[in-house]
């Protein structure tokens, strides 16, 4: 088992910048694929950006790429999205997701674990 907890959303105007976090428990946390997917309001949940169990590679969704930059800290447990330059259409409840299974990952029913999504906010 593993749980997810994230954290940094908030308000921010267009342009700033926000820096999310996501703690993993467990020990095996770097046997983990780790992912970002948002959901905004009526839409459905879209995948963002997942990183490697290594970190060493990492993709992104088009609407991001330039943007943010996803990193990990295998030691802390801990995946991070740092999401510069953004935009009033970056608003949605942002989650992280472990994948343990090296299966296609921007589809959301491949992932195994999730967290319980933090809210960004950007105002025009």
């Known amino acids: 088992q593993v749980q997810l907890v994230e954290s940094g959303g908030g308000l921010v105007q267009a342009g700033g910048s926000l820096r999310l976090s996501c703690a993993a428990s467990g020990r095996t946390f770097s046997t983990y694929g780790m992912g970002w997917f948002r959901q905004a309001p009526g839409k459905e949940r879209e995948f963002v950006a997942v990183?490697?169990?290594?970190?060493?590679?990492?993709s992104y969704t088009d609407s991001v790429k330039g943007r943010f930059t996803i990193s990990r800290d295998n030691a802390k447990n801990t995946v991070y999205l740092q999401m510069n330059s953004l935009k009033p259409e970056d608003t949605a409840v942002y989650y992280c997701a472990a994948k343990s299974l090296s299966t296609p990952y921007s589809r959301a029913d491949n992932y195994d674990y999730w967290g319980q999504g933090t809210q960004v906010t950007v105002s025009s």
């Open positions: 990183i490697s169990r290594s970190g060493g590679s990492t």
